[in-house]
């Protein structure tokens, strides 16, 4: 089992930036893939980026690539995303996940952390 903490969502103006974390526990965590995902109101939960249990490759949606940055440090069991030139579409729950490597599904999810872009 593996429990996932998220933090670091707020309210912050377009343009502005923000740096979520998840704290892993409960499994070795250089054996899981992390990712990031978001919903917001209305709208299907999408994914936003990824990292693979090594540190490399890493992946993003189009709609954040350039802009947000993907990173993990394995000393702290934390997988962090980096989100710079904010926009009010980016408003959402960002939710983290986990999945053992090599597998293909997300077995693990945070409770979600609340991003607000306002314009």
């Known amino acids: 089992q593996v429990q996932l903490v998220e933090s670091g969502g707020g309210l912050v103006q377009a343009g502005g930036s923000l740096r979520l974390a998840c704290a892993a526990s409960g499994r070795t965590f250089d054996s899981l893939d992390m990712g990031w995902f978001r919903q917001a109101p209305g709208k299907e939960r999408e994914f936003v980026a990824a990292i693979s249990w090594s540190g490399r490759p890493t992946y993003f949606s189009d709609s954040v690539k350039g802009r947000f940055t993907i990173s993990r440090v394995s000393t702290k069991n934390t997988v962090y995303l980096q989100m710079n030139s904010l926009k009010p579409e980016d408003t959402a729950v960002y939710y983290c996940?986990?999945?053992?490597?090599?597998?293909?599904?997300?077995?693990?999810w945070g409770q979600g952390t609340q991003v607000t872009v306002s314009s």
């Open positions: 996940a986990a999945r053992p490597r090599l597998q293909t599904i997300y077995d693990y």
